[in-house]
């Protein structure tokens, strides 16, 4: 059966339950931190041990090891959507980073979005952050879109 990832769901219910572990498991949350990709995350005890309880399908899993291993980057949250901490009056992502972000696919979001968790000081929105992760395609991409740009300033005209 497929993994299913809302705010909603038993399976995001456990994945915030297992990242609140990781503040009384640092060497874990460095292990992971360390990841340079969904790949590594992997190989990694942790990510396995999720698997037995989230019994992800074979091609959820690197996927699911994209969600664990930003997890780990994450130190506060919020209620907050993504896209939204990302706008601002000035955005703390520029337009070109955000439409750059908005490009890229599935295989090369990770590196993208430590970056895009650093400059929120390490702060998310759970439940956003697994499900957009998690399903990231073009209804993520235009969701983040109506999020942003409306909530942040116009380019004046030159």
């Known amino acids: 059966m497929s993994l299913t990832l809302n705010k909603e769901s038993h399976a995001t219910e456990i994945l915030i339950q297992w990242w609140q572990g990781l503040e009384n498991n640092k060497g ?12 590594k995350v992997m190989f990694q ?12 399908e074979p091609q959820e899993q690197r996927q699911l090891a994209s969600v ?11 209620g907050q959507k993504l896209a939204y901490q990302m ?7 520029s337009e070109l980073r955000f439409r750059r972000l908005l490009q890229r ?12 968790l650093r400059m929120l000081d390490h702060r998310a929105n759970l439940p956003d952050l697994i499900s957009s992760v ?14 942003y740009f409306p909530n942040t300033p116009e380019k004046a005209a030159g």
């Open 45 to 56: 005890p942790a990510f396995q041990r999720l698997c037995q309880r989230l019994k992800p």
């Open 105 to 116: 696919d599935r295989t090369d979001l990770y590196g993208a979005m430590i970056r895009i």
């Open 134 to 147: 998690f399903y990231w395609g073009d209804k993520v991409r235009k969701d983040w879109a109506f999020y």
């Open 87 to 93: 706008a601002g009056n000035p955005p703390v992502v």
């Open 68 to 78: 664990v291993g930003l997890l780990a980057h994450v130190r506060h949250t919020t």
């Open 28 to 39: 874990t949350r460095a292990e992971l931190r360390r990841c340079t990709s969904p790949d």
